[in-house]
């Protein structure tokens, strides 16, 4: 499984060669992992630990990956999801992405 991501986020840097998109708000974060995880927004919050959501699991957590690439332009790896616990984690992980 370890190579399945490693070739993943191989294949995503490959790809992506735009510039993020400005950065994520509180809110379009919420929503973004709402839409993904097909939950409903106010279902989470920032202090939510990703892990313990409904449709979390390692297939979605690849295709948060890939979903946050190609909407947002936006690549973490899977070492970089294993490293956050939070939500809000995420969102920071995200906003360092794109400064």
């Known amino acids: 499984?370890?190579?399945?991501?490693?070739?993943?986020?191989?294949?995503?840097?490959?790809i992506s060669n735009k510039s993020p998109t400005t950065i994520m708000t509180?809110?379009?974060f919420i929503h973004f992992i709402a839409k993904e995880l097909e939950i409903e927004?106010?279902?989470i919050d920032l202090k939510s630990n990703f892990r313990?959501?409904?449709?979390?699991?390692?297939?979605n957590a690849l295709l948060f990956i890939s979903h946050l690439n190609e909407e947002k332009n936006?690549?973490?790896?899977?070492?970089?999801?294993a490293q956050s616990?939070?939500?809000?984690?995420?969102?920071?992980?995200?906003?360092?992405?794109?400064?």
């Open 26 to 28: 509180k809110e379009e």
């Open 74 to 81: 936006i690549l973490i790896s899977s070492s970089d999801l």
């Open 52 to 59: 313990n959501l409904k449709n979390w699991n390692s297939l």
């Open 1 to 14: 499984m370890q190579l399945t991501k490693k070739i993943l986020f191989v294949y995503l840097q490959k």
């Open 85 to 99: 616990d939070t939500l809000d984690d995420l969102h920071l992980l995200i906003q360092q992405k794109t400064t």
């Open 41 to 43: 927004e106010k279902s």
